[in-house]
């Protein structure tokens, strides 16, 4: 039971350390117009407007290893045992669902991003529990 808590909270720290180095660095490759607070709702949604598709490309691809890397860190730090990898796997599509809600996105970013936190998990139990390990 113990291994299980703490395979959550790995894979929550982990996922969530990859993420944030994953927009930073999209965030050096592609940074906000001058003058833009991203806590500022309005300037938030006049800089997605004008985002270029690179740096949306680079959100999908940190949500997407993110989530890879916190499953496969609490599945593999309770021991192989799926169901901590699914836990972590279901905060990171609420993560998810909660900025599509909060942050304005265009279809096919929410398609992309939606379709991408569901895949990782999957991916990650089924690389690295118990059950594909035998």
Do not use: C
Not at 29 to 39: C, F, L, N, Q, R
Not at 68 to 73: R, V, Y
């Amino acid at each position: 039971m113990l291994r299980n808590v703490l395979g959550v909270i790995a894979g929550i720290v982990v996922g969530i350390a990859v993420v944030s180095a994953i927009e930073f660095a999209g965030h050096q490759i592609y940074p906000p117009p001058p003058g833009i607070d991203p806590m500022d709702p309005e300037d938030l949604k006049a800089w997605l407007e004008v985002m270029p598709i690179g740096a949306m490309v680079a959100v999908l691809i940190a949500h997407a290893v993110g989530s890879f890397a916190g499953t496969s860190a609490a599945v593999l730090a309770a021991q192989r045992r799926a169901l901590p990898g699914w836990i972590v796997g279901a905060v990171f599509l609420a993560f998810t669902v909660m900025n599509l809600f909060m942050i304005p996105s265009p279809p096919w970013f929410i398609a992309a991003d939606l379709a991408l936190v569901v895949l990782a998990p999957v991916l990650a139990v089924r690389l690295f529990s118990r059950r594909a390990a035998a």
